[in-house]
């Protein structure tokens, strides 16, 4: 049986089944007997634990003499009542212990007497225990990362052991595997929403190598024992609320070059370079002036000498530029006394002569855009960045825009373009980014040149993903939250391994005009095709405007076209989507470069997600975080099909018949 409605699924529904998977269902021709339907399957080993999944939904419309009614039988035995599945909504019966101890494990679908329709089946899944004969993590790490796990309210997949099976092990640790038992060498919590002190379990996990816990809201002192952990290397604090000194025990660790230690709280001298009383009080009043006016000649010496270098050094017409040099706000005169320690700067204001230089005069350039030309430079360390000179008619006050460029260079996620400094010296603005190698989706989507071959849908998955976090903290993870107001293929970019970024965020509320729309006293930023109509029409922009955003981004990346093709109509990617989608042939819908390639499931779930997160009305779409969620799901079942695990309901299945009825199961569970 099957039909081309949906199926839905009620608001708390445990297993989310996809409605493709619960529009066909197998079924007997006709009422024969009490028994219709029976199926069952071998069990490797005797002891093995098994639990299972099953999916009804009714595919006729009945009429009033008509009744499909029928219990599940166990062996033999009921083991759940009678019911009527209901017309076009998911129904799941599962089981909560499980099935052990038989070589063969029997179900069966036993239409009830008054029933005068057979049972029917739409979907079936089985996952057994795995039993993990593998050495398991050190005791000692899996109860300081548990305690960690219980002191932050961690709603990761933070389950099971944290480091075995290697395949399982938890989001952002990584572990040595070489060690016996396996030890966690890395933790990285950068932005995770971690709010409170410090916890002393840290320093329970003494091969700890890495610690980040940038950008989240700790606050209190910074404690010392993270000094004992002797194997740390690098310990990220900064973005956080601590009060107080830095420890002199990581302080010491960093300036004798054994910690990399990252931090934005000042370093207060050390009270050892101060004189003691007793030596003052020994200091004859004629060696107290000696000391007093000595140094101040000297002091005025070497000013007059630097400022008569740079005068030879500085062409004429540069003299009157705001600064001379790049002008470093963590290495202020308040906190010079930091300077020696391996601290990472982590924003810069450049000069634009400093600019000329790191992009050799502009020459190489990336791109242009409504903001200004982009051009490839290179710091003085090496590092390749991407310089963005703004045009000035873009932006709508200095001011504004250098009190954004300064707050911007303080949000940092793996998923968002960093900002590495600004510039501001006389007319010109700028905007210096990482750089990113690859470029932007839309080039990979569009087939630019130099962009040797398709994305698969496993990539293009991946990098949604990733796209949607960017996006997802920029919304939950800023205070105050940041709307994007411009999201669209060509602001987000890749890296070297096809990581996705988000770029161009936060600065769009200072610009105007520029391939933008405008309506009278109210700007409203974005990009034809991807903005929001309602907030277009209501001229309120908010979260769920970048939500529809990322929809049609979404879109495109399924159907590998822009959000509008020239020709009669200018349909809309939304409208043309959804005309298919209606027809259900999910083959229809899907880039056709892709040629086939893909678990049928994981595209259904990023075309649901898609489709409703362009709803026309703001309410009925997802928050970016539901939106990383159902990505996540899409991810996981497009890498179980690539890794030729069967996934229940897609075309890579394992099938089994029983009695004429092919019966899908999914892959073993955890």
Request: a neutral charge; charged letters at 20%.
């Amino acid at each position: 049986m099957s039909t081309s409605f949906t199926v839905d699924e009620h608001q708390y529904d445990h297993f989310e089944a996809p409605s493709a998977v619960l529009q066909t269902a197998a079924t007997q021709a006709k009422l024969v007997n009490s028994t219709e339907i029976a199926f069952s399957w071998n069990a490797a080993n005797v002891s093995d634990e098994y639990f299972t999944v099953f999916y009804f939904s009714e595919l006729e419309v009945l009429t009033e003499k008509q009744l499909r009614m029928f219990s599940i039988y166990y062996g033999g035995n009921p083991w759940f009542r009678p019911f009527s599945p209901p017309y076009l909504f998911s129904f799941y019966v599962y089981s909560i212990g499980f099935f052990s101890g038989y070589p063969r494990h029997n179900f069966s679908l036993h239409a009830t007497e008054n029933s005068t329709l057979p049972p029917l089946m739409n979907a079936r899944e089985i996952y057994t225990r795995m039993q993990l004969q593998e050495v398991m993590t050190d005791l000692s790490d899996v109860d300081a990362i548990r305690a960690i796990k219980g002191s932050y309210k961690l709603k990761k997949n933070w389950m099971g052991d944290p480091c075995k099976p290697d395949k399982y092990a938890w989001d952002n640790l990584q572990c040595n595997y070489n060690a016996n038992p396996p030890r966690i060498t890395t933790v990285n919590l950068s932005s995770s929403g971690l709010v409170g002190e410090i916890s002393s379990s840290f320093s329970k996990l003494q091969i700890l190598n890495y610690l980040d816990l940038s950008y989240n809201n700790l606050s209190g002192a910074i404690p010392e024992i993270l000094a004992t952990i002797s194997s740390l290397q690098v310990l990220n604090l900064t973005g956080n609320n601590f009060t107080g000194d830095i420890p002199d025990a990581l302080m010491r660790k960093a300036n004798s070059g054994l910690l990399i230690l990252r931090v934005d709280i000042k370093i207060n001298p050390s009270p050892n370079n101060e004189s003691s009383g007793s030596e003052k009080k020994h200091i004859s009043r004629p060696i107290i002036i000696i000391l007093a006016v000595v140094p101040a000649l000297l002091l005025l010496v070497v000013v007059a000498l630097v400022v008569l270098l740079l005068r030879r050094r500085t062409p004429a017409s540069d003299l009157s530029a705001p600064s001379l040099g790049p002008k470093d706000e963590t290495f202020s005169e308040e906190n010079m006394d930091r300077k020696d320690c391996q601290i990472q700067v982590e924003s810069r204001q450049f000069t634009y002569m400093q600019l000329l230089n790191i992009t050799k005069n502009f020459t190489r350039v990336l791109g242009r855009g409504g903001f200004g030309v982009v051009s490839h430079g290179y710091l003085e360390d090496g590092t390749a960045v991407a310089v963005k000179l703004c045009s000035r008619d873009f932006l709508q006050g200095t001011k504004q825009f250098l009190a954004e460029a300064k707050s911007l260079t303080k949000v940092h996620h793996k998923n968002l373009v960093s900002l590495v400094g600004y510039c501001k010296d006389g007319d010109y603005l700028a905007l210096v980014y990482e750089y990113m190698p690859l470029g932007s989706l839309q080039d990979h989507l569009r087939g630019k040149t130099g962009v040797a071959r398709t994305l698969s849908w496993r990539e293009r998955v991946q990098i949604a993903s990733e796209a949607a976090k960017g996006l997802d903290y920029l919304h939950n993870g800023c205070n105050p939250p940041i709307i994007h107001r411009d999201v669209k293929t060509s602001n987000i970019l890749l890296g070297e391994k096809l990581e996705a970024k988000i770029a161009d965020f936060g600065l769009s509320k200072v610009s105007g005009g520029i391939g933008y729309t405008q309506l009278p006293s109210v700007s409203i930023v974005g990009t034809p095709g991807y903005m929001d109509p309602e907030s277009y029409k209501s001229l309120n922009i908010d979260e769920k405007s970048d939500v529809y955003s990322f929809g049609v981004v979404l879109l495109e990346m399924i159907t590998g076209e822009p959000p509008i093709i020239p020709g009669p109509g200018n349909i809309h990617i939304v409208k043309r989507v959804a005309a298919k989608v209606a027809r259900g042939n999910i083959k229809d819908i899907t880039d056709a470069r892709l040629q086939g390639v893909y678990d049928t499931n994981s595209l259904w779930i990023a075309v649901d997600i898609a489709m409703r997160c362009t709803e026309l009305a703001s309410a009925k779409r997802p928050s970016m975080t539901e939106v990383v969620t159902q990505l996540a799901e899409s991810l996981a079942l497009e890498n179980a099909c690539r890794e030729n695990i069967s996934v229940a309901g897609t075309d890579t299945s394992q099938s089994v018949a029983f009695d004429n009825i092919s019966v899908s199961f999914a892959p073993s569970a955890r």
